[in-house]
């Protein structure tokens, strides 16, 4: 069975951190684009940051730059969000998809969620209070 497992959400003070995990199952780990998404209530999911599974590229949404970092194990099949210095407006749900996107296109619409057509993981919820 293919699928993605999130895990690692939780309540957290301002300024706390936590780390995300994504696994996946069932999938051959190559020319992947592997993505966090939230979705906050009454919002638009948005793309947080992703990463290939080469490593070689990463991107950010620019509210999250300087405080979360994206990395892999491709070993594990498992991508993971750091989440440093939290602040109330990133309490969301937080989904992992992954997507083949061609490279020319990765940088222009990884933040998409209409590009993620099938591999997506169950949300995991992360709380952050004031």
């Known amino acids: 069975e293919v699928q993605l497992q999130a895990s690692g959400g939780g309540m957290v003070q301002a300024g706390g951190s936590l780390r995300l995990s994504c696994t996946a199952s069932?999938?051959?780990?190559?020319?992947?684009?592997l993505t966090w998404f939230r979705q906050a209530p009454g919002k638009e999911r948005e793309g947080v940051a992703c990463?290939?599974?080469?490593?070689?590229?990463?991107y950010y949404a620019d509210s999250v730059k300087g405080r979360f970092t994206i990395s892999s194990d491709n070993a594990k099949k498992t991508v993971y969000l750091q989440m440093n210095s939290l602040k109330s407006e990133d309490t969301a749900v937080y989904y992992c998809?992954?997507?083949?996107?061609?490279?020319?296109?990765?940088?222009?619409?990884?933040?998409?969620?209409?590009?993620?057509?099938?591999?997506w993981g169950q949300g995991t919820l992360v709380t952050v209070s004031s």
């Open positions: 990463i290939t599974t080469t490593g070689e590229t990463k």
């Open positions: 998809a992954a997507e083949r996107i061609p490279t020319p296109f990765i940088q222009s619409t990884w933040n998409s969620p209409q590009v993620y057509t099938n591999l």
């Open positions: 069932g999938i051959t780990w190559d020319q992947y684009t």
